[in-house]
DNA sequence: ACAATAACTAAGCAGTTGCTTAGATTTAAC
DNA sequence: GTTAAATCTAAGCAACTGCTTAGTTATTGT
């Protein structure tokens, strides 16, 4: 017995999360939420609970549009070969227009403090995490090598993804991919 | 005919690089400046213009901060070893105790937007550029490949190090050495 | 039609932002 | 000792921050 919400959840959160990527975190204000979800303060309060809700949201989100290309990793049975695709997925995942937005968890995990932001940075980690993961299962397929190495190839190739997140806004495409290339010339 | 200054505008503009590195650019609060530089607003604005000024200067003195091991690149004729040292010098220049801060420059570059702060962004982007060139420079010393080439080797070390100033806050000191081993393994 | 309930709008809260201004204080040449 | 200039302190500016609250409007079951 009472009104609807007039606006869709998970499509005002769609907004939220896009300007968080361009923007980071801190510099995206709860009145530039406002205008870009297109809603009152009050509802996205209401919804959310605060800003912190209304990003941990939108990493939730994220990952829901990563997950097409993360799902082309984990189905690959092509090891390090899946995974410089998931580079270039990535690449392109990134890119609005000309320019490339980087990781929009990469962006903040750079951007926060872990102690006034300890909910955020733990979300953030268990991400990044989850990834190197899915880089160690795939290494796997490639051969029976001794875990330690197989763990350190992961690390080096997430030191990589992370560096091509930051890379992206400096670097044009073709040096971008010419660093894909030799990141993986010798695995 | 007047009064002197009280304070050292080196001594004051470390301090404020210091709180800048540890803390950011946008999120380092005027007010904040003023307690670490030790003094007033006033001062800061007659010596150094604004907040801007004070961070340029910032990196200027960060510059020469990292002189001494930039010396030690630029001096040594080990090729590619020579920007390994500076991999793991550079380590050494970020630690503060048991935390590794990053790149004040990296940071930086990550966190603000190049509309908003193209002051900042192009000195940044200066700064990360002239490391590069001395990249280029020793990969020459170790042969007279392809100039095509080595330029794309400086891109992937590159890449690499603006990984290792994220990979620094996440990954614990044996990985990072881990991943600079492994950087360096087939050049 | 009516009452109950949730969602809406918009104004307002205290605290912070970068920066400025008014006025007191110190220095140094004459 | 007087005067002029630079430096100091501290209060204050408008604009913004995340968040809340008071009051209006719409939707529902009865």
Same mark, same amino acid.
């Given at each position: 017995?009472?009104?609807? /919400?007039?606006?869709?959840? !998970?499509?005002?959160?769609?907004?939220?999360?896009? #300007?968080?990527?361009?923007?980071?975190?801190?510099?995206?204000?709860?009145?530039? +939420?406002?205008?870009?979800?297109? =809603?009152?303060?009050?509802?996205?309060?209401?919804?959310? /609970?605060?800003?912190?809700?209304? $990003?941990?949201?939108?990493?939730?989100?994220?990952? !829901?549009?990563?997950?097409? =290309?993360?799902?082309?990793?984990?189905?690959?049975?092509?090891?390090?070969?899946?995974? /410089?695709?998931?580079?270039?997925? $990535? +690449?392109?995942?990134?890119?609005?227009?000309?320019? $490339?937005?980087?990781?929009?968890?990469?962006? !903040?995990?750079?951007?926060?403090?872990?102690?006034?932001?300890?909910?955020?940075?733990?979300?953030?980690?268990? $991400?990044? #995490?989850?990834?190197?993961?899915?880089?160690?299962?795939?290494?796997?397929?490639?051969?029976?090598?001794?875990?330690?190495? =197989?763990?350190?190839?992961?690390?080096?190739?997430?030191?990589? +993804?992370?560096?091509?997140?930051?890379?992206?806004?400096?670097?044009?495409?073709?040096?971008?991919?010419?660093?894909?290339?030799? !990141?993986?010339?010798?695995?």
């Amino acid at each position: 017995m009472a009104r609807k /919400k007039q606006y869709n959840e !998970t499509e005002v959160i769609e907004k939220a999360m896009r #300007l968080f990527w361009r923007n980071g975190y801190e510099s995206t204000s709860v009145r530039m +939420l406002e205008k870009e979800m297109g =809603i009152n303060q009050f509802s996205i309060y209401a919804s959310f /609970k605060n800003k912190e809700g209304v $990003f941990l949201e939108s990493i939730k989100f994220y990952n !829901t549009q990563l997950k097409s =290309i993360i799902d082309t990793l984990e189905k690959s049975n092509n090891g390090v070969l899946g995974i /410089k695709e998931y580079f270039l997925d $990535f +690449l392109e995942f990134s890119r609005e227009g000309a320019i $490339f937005k980087g990781c929009l968890v990469t962006n !903040t995990v750079n951007e926060i403090k872990e102690d006034s932001n300890p909910v955020i940075m733990a979300a953030l980690k268990r $991400f990044s #995490l989850n990834i190197r993961e899915l880089f160690v299962r795939n290494l796997k397929q490639d051969d029976e090598r001794d875990v330690k190495e =197989i763990e350190a190839q992961a690390d080096y190739l997430m030191n990589a +993804l992370l560096g091509l997140s930051i890379s992206s806004k400096v670097f044009n495409e073709e040096t971008l991919k010419g660093i894909i290339e030799m !990141t993986f010339l010798h695995l």
